[in-house]
C-alpha cells in the first residue's frame, strides 16, 4: 500500500492513470512520451535547498508549468472504495486532479497533483511531463486570489514495483508539491508500467 501523508493509497493509482489507450491504437514507438534523462534526479541536496515561508490552507484552482505549456484547471480528488487516489476524468485531456484530503499547495507538508499521460483520443494534460528539468517553474493559483509558484529540484522515473512511496507521499517539513503521471516504459499487455514524479519546493508567493 501507498501513503499520502497519513492515508492509505493503493497501488490502484498507477493503474488508474496509466492505461495507454492512445498508444495501442497509435504504435508505441513514435507516440511514447518523453521520460526524463539521468541528469534530472534527485542528488547532493537538490531536496534541501530552502523555500519560502509556508502559505495558509487555500484550495487551487490551476496548475502552470510554463516550460511544457501546461495551463489547466484542478479538480478535486478522494479515495476510490478500494482506498486508491482517485484520478480526473479519462475524457477530459486538459485536467489534473489534487488530493484535496491532503496538504493544499504552498502550505506545509507534500501536496499532490495527478493527472493523465493520454487517454483514447490523444496526449492529455501531463503528456510532456518527463521533458521537465530541474530548475523549472510551475505556478498555483489558489482560491484565496495568491499564486503558489514552485521550482523543481527532481524530476524521476519508477517501475510499480519500485516506487518509493515514503519519498514520494511522505511527509515534509516546508512546502513541497508532488507532480504524478504514467511512465516507466510501456507494454502493450498491462499499459505504463509505473510513474514519472516531478519534486518541487515553494520559492514564493505572488498576489493574494
Known amino acids: 500500500m501507498r501513503r499520502l501523508g497519513t492515508t492509505v493509497v493503493g497501488t490502484v493509482t498507477a493503474v488508474a492513470l496509466c492505461a495507454g489507450t492512445w498508444l495501442l491504437g497509435n504504435g508505441i514507438a513514435s507516440h511514447a512520451p518523453p521520460q526524463p534523462s539521468p541528469a534530472q534526479a534527485r542528488s547532493g541536496r537538490d531536496g534541501e535547498r530552502p523555500a519560502a515561508p509556508a502559505l495558509p490552507p487555500s484550495p ?15 479538480t478535486g480528488l478522494g479515495l476510490t ?6 484520478v480526473p476524468p479519462a475524457g477530459r485531456r486538459n485536467l489534473a486532479g ?3 484530503a491532503g496538504t493544499t ?3 506545509t507538508g507534500t501536496a499532490i497533483v495527478a493527472g493523465h499521460v493520454d487517454n483514447a483520443d490523444g496526449p492529455a494534460v501531463f503528456y510532456r511531463l518527463g521533458a521537465l528539468e530541474k530548475g523549472s517553474r510551475i505556478e498555483v ?3 484565496d486570489g495568491g499564486v503558489a ?8 522515473a519508477y517501475t ?7 519519498r514520494v507521499y511522505g511527509p515534509a517539513k516546508r512546502p513541497e508539491l508532488r507532480v504524478i503521471t504514467c511512465g516507466g516504459g510501456y507494454s502493450r499487455r498491462t499499459g505504463y508500467q509505473g510513474n514519472v514524479v516531478v519534486f518541487a519546493h515553494l520559492t514564493g508567493p505572488r498576489g493574494g
Open 105 to 107: 499547495p504552498g502550505e
Open 160 to 166: 510499480a514495483r519500485d516506487f518509493p512511496d515514503e
Open 141 to 143: 493559483d489558489r482560491r
Open 81 to 86: 472504495r478500494s482506498g486508491g487516489l482517485d
Open 149 to 156: 509558484v514552485f521550482t523543481v529540484h527532481a524530476v524521476e
Open 98 to 100: 489534487w488530493y484535496e
Open 60 to 74: 487551487p484552482d490551476r496548475i502552470r508549468i510554463p516550460a511544457i505549456r501546461v495551463d489547466a484547471p484542478l
